[in-house]
């Protein structure tokens, strides 16, 4: 239980910086060019930690069939994921497109129970929803009987996002290859797939903070946080680690906090109890 917490926590704290390295780098750069870099410093970092381990001798064990599992793998939560959510946020409102995007959680649990044969119970769905609940509170502002879907075709591309992305993590969490090599296979086929939107290719200012963020992005957010999200999958229940995920929103509110000067609301802190509930839930059914 403590290496799974210890990885879901780089997990977190890695994704919890989404919202400031994005208006960071798209300070200098287009959503396209920003997911075609994240992808390929991502992929290199991982070339060059296999290249310099024993790890890089696995790679002749696995054979063509392999290695397209991988890329797909790899267009679903490095690919497709981001075109579709990157589109669904020019459509519709970022509020209604972030509490889409934040279904996948809840997704996964779903999926786990064809794809990978877990069981779900009453206790398990009920704490997923009440975290819910509590990112819904944040993004919100406390108004949840507000909420106003105005973009049926932005809505529909993010929840196509989310099924992408749940799909990719209920799928990595069933097949058996070597980590490292899998998350470096996800990257290099998501930069190739990136090539695809070259066309629509902007870069407007390369500062020193625009490239220090993308960095971070290509490094912590999205390569090596990789890593850490499929051992937790691995080593926790699929429901556990749903719940765990919406800390997310909540830590990003500290960073937006630091980094951005923005205020945390009461609201925030009414969240957090929501998504720590939920999570209290599912800590205290796995203790008895």
Not at 138 to 150: D, L, R, S, W
């Amino acid at each position: 239980m403590g290496k799974t917490l210890l990885y879901i926590s780089i997990c977190i704290l890695s994704w919890s910086l989404i919202p400031v390295a994005s208006k960071e780098v798209l300070k200098g750069m287009n959503n396209f060019v920003m997911l075609f870099f994240s992808n390929l410093i991502s992929a290199i970092v991982m070339l060059f930690y296999l290249i310099f381990t024993p790890r890089a001798k696995k790679f002749p064990q696995y054979n063509l069939k392999d290695y397209l599992i991988m890329s797909s793998l790899g267009f679903l939560g490095s690919f497709a994921y981001y075109i579709l959510l990157y589109k669904a946020f020019s459509l519709s409102l970022s509020q209604e497109v972030f509490i889409i995007n934040y279904t996948w959680p809840i997704l996964v649990l779903i999926f786990s129970v064809p794809i990978l044969k877990e069981k779900l119970d009453l206790i398990k769905i009920i704490s997923v929803f009440i975290s819910f609940i509590g990112v819904l509170v944040i993004v919100t502002k406390g108004h949840i009987m507000y909420i106003k879907f105005t973009n049926v075709e932005g809505d529909i591309l993010a929840l196509f996002g989310a099924v992408c992305f749940a799909l990719f993590s209920t799928f990595g969490k069933k097949v058996n290859y070597d980590q490292i090599i899998a998350v470096f296979v996800y990257f290099a086929s998501a930069t190739i797939f990136c090539t695809t939107t070259i066309s629509l290719f902007k870069i407007e200012n390369l500062s020193s903070s625009v490239l220090f963020w993308l960095f971070i992005n290509g490094l912590f957010i999205n390569g090596i946080s990789y890593i850490f999200w499929f051992k937790t999958l691995k080593s926790a229940q699929t429901s556990l680690v749903s719940n765990l995920v919406y800390l997310t929103p909540a830590l990003s509110l500290v960073f937006i906090s630091i980094f951005l000067k923005e205020k945390i609301h009461t609201y925030s802190l009414a969240g957090l109890i929501l998504i720590l509930s939920g999570i209290g839930m599912q800590i205290r059914k796995n203790a008895i």
